[in-house]
Nanobody, 124 residues
Framework: QLQLLESGGGSVQTGGSLRLSCVASGYTGSNYCMAWFRQAPMKEREGVAS????????QYADSVKGRFTISQDNTKNTLYLQMNSLKPEDTAMYYC?????????????????WGQGTQVTVSS
């Protein structure tokens, strides 16, 4: 079965940058939507960005548009999230997710496969 492993989280100051990575292993031969979600304490899980692993179309939450970039390297089975101009409100556990869908979304219920998460903390 598909397994996802995130890395790249850490602590940065406001305005800093981080790049998250998500390595997919196991079954990777289907048409996947890949996405990043985040969840801060006492808040609902929020869809951050998605990408269609076949044709590369992307979708971003309004809160991160212009600051975050989702990308993928299919030869390495790796998903990335480049996060620039970080703000304290970006502090959350960030999760990589995948699903065999043709239409990608930022809805957590649309994704079946999840990583364990990587913590991002942005201090002021």
């Amino acid at each position: 079965q598909l397994q996802l492993l995130e890395s790249g989280g850490g602590s940065v100051q406001t305005g800093g940058s981080l790049r998250l990575s998500c390595v997919a292993s196991g079954y990777t031969g289907s048409n996947y939507c890949m996405a990043w979600f985040r969840q801060a304490p006492m808040k609902e899980r929020e869809g951050v960005a998605s990408i269609n692993s076949i044709h590369g179309s992307t979708q971003y939450a309004d809160s991160v548009k212009g600051r975050f970039t989702i990308s993928q390297d299919n030869t390495k089975n790796t998903l990335y999230l480049q996060m620039n101009s970080l703000k304290p409100e970006d502090t959350a556990m960030y999760y990589c997710a995948a699903e065999t869908r043709w239409l990608c979304s930022l809805r957590s219920n649309d994704y079946r496969y999840w990583g364990q998460g990587t913590q991002v903390t942005v201090s002021s």
